[in-house]
Nanobody, 124 residues
Framework: QVQLVESGGGLVQAGGSLRLSCAAS????????MGWFRQAPGEERELVAG????????YYGDSVKGRFTISRDNAKNTVYLQMNSLKPEDTAVYYC?????????????????WGQGTQVTVSS
């Protein structure tokens, strides 16, 4: 398993932007499907965005389509989540996650490894 470390969370006003980063250890990062999950208090963890190992295919949850963009840089072993037009309902702990080669980037159950999470708070 790769080790995942998120950064970039914080407090932002509604309508603002944040970019989350997830640095992964290991030389086989390019063979992992990557994704971002979030979990708000009292709610289940949900898959927000996923990206294939090539980066050519992506998935977005309905609540973030058109506002969030997932990308990856395999040379830097890093995956990003650009979050624009943030809303108070985006407030949550955001987790970077990975799944092995051949996994589906749009299926939450395929992910089996998570980072420690980073808090994103959007004020109204």
């Amino acid at each position: 398993q790769v080790q995942l470390v998120e950064s970039g969370g914080g407090l932002v006003q509604a309508g603002g932007s944040l970019r989350l980063s997830c640095a992964a250890s290991g030389r086989t990062f390019s063979r992992y499907v990557m994704g971002w999950f979030r979990q708000a208090p009292g709610e289940e963890r949900e898959l927000v965005a996923g990206i294939s190992w090539t980066g050519f295919s992506t998935y977005y949850g309905d609540s973030v389509k058109g506002r969030f963009t997932i990308s990856r840089d395999n040379a830097k072993n890093t995956v990003y989540l650009q979050m624009n037009s943030l809303k108070p309902e985006d407030t949550a702990v955001y987790y970077c996650a990975s799944a092995g080669y051949g996994s589906r980037w749009d299926v939450a159950a395929d992910y089996d490894n998570w980072g420690q999470g980073t808090q994103v708070t959007v004020s109204s």
